[in-house]
């Protein structure tokens, strides 16, 4: 499928779900996607090599060949609600910080920060906040403790997270960790299961997030100027699960530049669950079959 192809197929029909791996693949680097949409546009001139429809998550997903190239076979009649798995356990960080700084007990964090002390990684791919926009989620890369730390607790907007997959490798990173979405693990499997090119080879693991669906970026702006009143140019940081600094998750959360602090209850009558998952949710993720994650190393 080339790229024309692609975008009449996929993005025109509200099919992409916003990854971002045709950005990574596109060994010409052609392929661009603004922060937090799903309509990628094709910059330059295209090489047709079909890399970018190869690894699209949007439409052809070959689950059963994907199945068999990470866990040696195909699912038994009794693994087709959750897919294949070895164990399902209830988790928590041991570390006080870092359990109350997650949303659900800091699980993921604790293992990514475990995985930099003792190696396995040098690096991660997650979802944090654009620097600039600070309301916008934005693919970051972790090095460091406090990387990480910075993007604890969920962020309910697209996430265009492979669009950081090149850049991490550019960076000299060689064991890459991605906290990732359904769809985005499919679009990393479906890289490796094509040998599309050398950045899949730098992911040491995929750590997947349960998933409900993603929402549009314009749904948090919404929230943040009609239902708390407060101008987006004044925004310095938001979270989608309360508080930063208080423990455990709460609702929508908005510090202004003044300092000034106003929240939004998360499934009360009109509050950011419902605002935000039925008026702004992503028209792919109405179609999604997996919402657990079932193609990753370990799922959260």
Known sequence: MSWEELKHDVIDQGLCCGCGACVSVCPAENVNLKLGCVDPEMTGECQSCNNCSSACPGAFIPISEMEEMVFGRKRKEDEKPFGQYKEHLVTHAKDDKVHHAGVAGG???????????????????????????????????????????????????????????????????????????????????????????????????????????????????????????????????????????????????????????????????????PTIFIGFQVERCLVCLDHTCELADLSF
């Open 107 to 273: 699980s993921v964090t604790a293992l990514l920060l475990y995985a930099l002390e003792k190696g396995i990684i040098d690096g991660a791919i997650v979802a944090g906040y654009d620097e600039n926009e600070p309301w916008k989620v934005k693919a970051k890369i972790a090095t460091k403790k406090e990387d990480l730390l910075n993007c604890v607790r969920s962020k309910y907007a697209i996430c265009n997270i492979l669009t950081a997959l090149r850049d991490a490798v550019d960076q000299g990173l060689e064991k890459i960790a991605i906290v990732a979405l359904p769809c985005h693990t499919y679009a990393l499997r479906k890289m490796q299961l094509y040998n599309l090119n050398e950045l899949v080879e730098k992911v040491e693991v995929i750590l997947g997030l349960y998933c409900l669906s993603q929402t549009y970026m314009v749904g948090t702006e919404y929230i943040i100027r009609e239902r708390l009143g407060i101008p987006l140019e004044e925004v310095a940081q938001i979270s989608y699960r309360g508080r930063l600094g208080d423990p455990f998750g709460g609702g929508f959360w908005v510090k202004t530049k003044k300092g000034e602090e106003k929240a939004l209850q998360l499934i009360a009558h009109w509050g950011m669950v």
